[in-house]
């Protein structure tokens, strides 16, 4: 694997959009020029079940096709799976763990499991998706942070790139493409 090679990994609950961002992330990427992968790793998915999804981001070909267990960047989506989850497991102290939670970096650093010395990123998923969409929705916000904390593409590139995705995905419904916007553009300036 190529040294620009850029590992994510997300760790989530079904139905919480972890794998829907991890590819929103590989199609933001792609459009900014890279090769990407985006995958999940399926087992018995089901509503409120742990689920983990992989972004592999080169500047040239991903030529590796597996797991990610190395990762520079974990975001951790539901933090009650800090109890029960090895979340760190594996990522590169040079990189960062990025949890959604109300709590502080110091306050998260004793519940990783395993420990983790790198760099701990927090942000209020809950508080921002529910200010911008009227809901919780966690996962628009943790790809905003993953973004901003790995300098993956460029914001301004991210921010057109999103907003011409959501108004793809979400046509019928441009209230949602509002929303989303507000959430990402409101994780981009706190993060």
Known sequence: MSNNTVEFRWHGRGGQGAKTACMFLAE???????????????????????????????????????????????????ETLLHTVDVAKGLKDDGALIV?????????RPLVMGGYSGRIVTVDAKRISEAALGKYFPNTPMLAAAVKVSGIIPQDDFIKDMEESYRHKFARKPHIVEGNMKALKATLEEV
């Open 100 to 108: 959604n939670t109300q709590k502080s970096a110091d306050e998260i």
């Open 28 to 78: 933001a990427a792609f459009n900014s020029g890279k090769d990407v992968q985006g995958f999940p790793e399926y087992g018995p998915e089901r509503m409120g079940a742990p689920i983990t999804a992989y972004n592999r981001i080169a500047d040239d070909h991903c030529r590796v096709h597996s797991n990610i267990y190395y990762p520079d960047y974990v975001i951790v989506v539901d």
